[in-house]
């Protein structure tokens, strides 16, 4: 069993920058692909980034490549979602997910965390 926590959250102006973290505990962390998804208010959850289990593939959705940055520290046990250029539609609840394939780019995750604020004031 994986225990996810994010934090990191907060409130940034728009063209600010934040970074996430997501820390993992009772597993082997090296071993799971790991995600970053995001919920806001009245919108469905919404993939964000995926990296694999080492850490040479990652993939970005549209809205996001460019600005954001996925990547992990598999000796810390932590991944991290480094945000830039923030925008107000980047508000939202992040969650980091894990699983026990190497690289999952849809949204069937093992194990959640319980996310974290972002709000972007514009």
């Known amino acids: 069993q994986v225990q996810l926590v994010e934090s990191g959250g907060g409130l940034v102006q728009a063209g600010g920058s934040l970074r996430l973290s997501c820390a993992a505990s009772?597993?082997?962390?090296?071993?799971?692909?790991m995600g970053w998804f995001r919920h806001a208010p009245g919108k469905e959850r919404e993939f964000v980034a995926a990296?694999?289990?080492?850490?040479?593939?990652?993939y970005y959705a549209d809205s996001v490549k460019g600005r954001f940055t996925i990547s992990r520290d598999n000796a810390k046990k932590t991944g991290y979602l480094q945000m830039d250029s923030l925008k107000a539609e980047d508000t939202a609840v992040y969650y980091c997910a894990a699983d026990h394939r190497y690289f999952v780019l849809s949204s069937e995750y093992d194990y959640w965390g319980q996310g974290t604020q972002v709000t972007v004031s514009s």
């Open positions: 990296i694999s289990s080492n850490g040479g593939n990652t």
């Open positions: 009772g597993g082997a962390f090296s071993w799971y692909g």
